[in-house]
């Protein structure tokens, strides 16, 4: 529920971004929760704070010419909205996904503000993409593709403006031609301009596995904080990507049963905990179906397809996939199979009505912005470490990110609990992300 004046300024962005339904969501979620911050800094509301968080800095739109093997023509839209400077330089990843358009990768920019705000680390929040499917595609169409698009975008970018990384469609391999082709066109060896780049040009240790680790280890905080672990417990994830595959290897090493992941195709399940090399194996390096998994794998392990993998029972969700992957109805089957506690991997996992029957039924859960946080916390390591043209190990990284995890996870109860919230992670993340960027926006005069 709205308070007044946050009601007309939602009315407002409506009207202002029409037929952004995803956009729509994300900016209602944190303004449903911050009311009681207004009563206490009437400043915020003054200086019309939040009407202009919610209204990018920048927002730029370009054409994506590229050939395909056959010789054919294509012509992809690429995006890249610079949402919030205030505390550092857009930051946030690249997705590439037919499903992309201006409504989603606003939505995603506007939770990148107070993701990376909750990080207590110096990055605004952006994002970009594109609606290029990369699906099927050669890896010598992937590579024109990547050129193509960065050929526009490095007018826009670098490592004090604005800092692309991967999401969705975009990985390790992606980021390399990106990268490469930016250096090509400035002549710069500017590693810092990207992130989530290989060890041998400039990557940093962890940032692969450092969204699924760094949500296995806010799910593993709140488990503690509810004085129990994941040992022994059964876990499902969707997806089996890049954040799904180092949530289970995460999870499996804390203790936990991972029995199902999936993808657009269906999901499979293996009650004996799913075997992580072949899961790597399968979807890494062949870039093949999870059906192929449970072929692989034989006995016991079996793929349902076009079915959700929230009718798998369990007690420790972390949907991973994608935005709105759990309805109301999925929620409350969880809730029904024994489900206590849920970590989003992804970015908008749970739709407005399944947060409710959560939180209603008393799960923990870790909303995307805190526990899925790990991954740009741990690229705004990286652009430690190529500012300072040093590497460090995986070992001392990886203690990094606990430490950040466990620091977010903390803020977000005391928070939670200043504003009479308890065990509100929901409100806890929006409102202590939010209030850092309004007070550095303050300070900053009226920009
Ligand atoms: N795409 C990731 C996210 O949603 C990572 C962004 C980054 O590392 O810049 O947070």
Known sequence: MLHEKLSMIYDNVLRRNPGETEFHQAVREVLESIGPVLGKHPEYAESKIIERICEPERQIIFRVPWEDDRGEVHINRGFRVEFNSALGPYKGGLRFHPSVYLGIVKFLGFEQIFKNSLTGLPIGGGKGGSDFDPKGRSQREIMRFCQSFMTELYRHIGEHTDVPAGDIGVGGREVGYLFGQYKRITNRYESGVITGKGLSYGGAQ???????????FFVEEMLKARGTSFDGRRVVISGSGNVAVYTIEKIQQLGGVVVACSDSSGYVVDDKGIDLDLLKQVKEVERLRVDVYAERRGGGASFVP???????????????ATQNEITGRDAELLVRGGCIAVGEGANMPTMP????????????????KAA???????????????????SWTFEFSERRLQEIMRDIHARCLST???YGMPGNYVA????????????????????
Do not use: H
């Not at 450092?210 to 296995?216: I, K, L, N, Q, V």
């Not at 993340?429 to 009226?446: C, E, P, T």
């Open 372 to 390: 899925n946080a790990g991954g740009v916390a741990t690229s705004a390591l990286e652009m430690q470490q190529n500012a300072s043209r040093d």
């Open 353 to 368: 009505e399944g947060i409710k029957v959560f939180q209603e039924a008393g799960v923990a859960f870790g909303p995307g």
């Open 416 to 418: 939670a609990d200043e």
């Open 206 to 216: 962890v940032r692969t596995e450092a969204t699924g680790y760094g949500c296995a």
């Open 306 to 320: 076009a079915r959700s993998v929230w009718e798998v029972p369990c007690e420790v969700a972390m949907p991973s």
């Open 428 to 447: 806890g993340a929006n409102i202590d992300g939010f209030k850092r960027v309004a007070d550095a926006m303050l300070a900053l005069g009226l920009i």
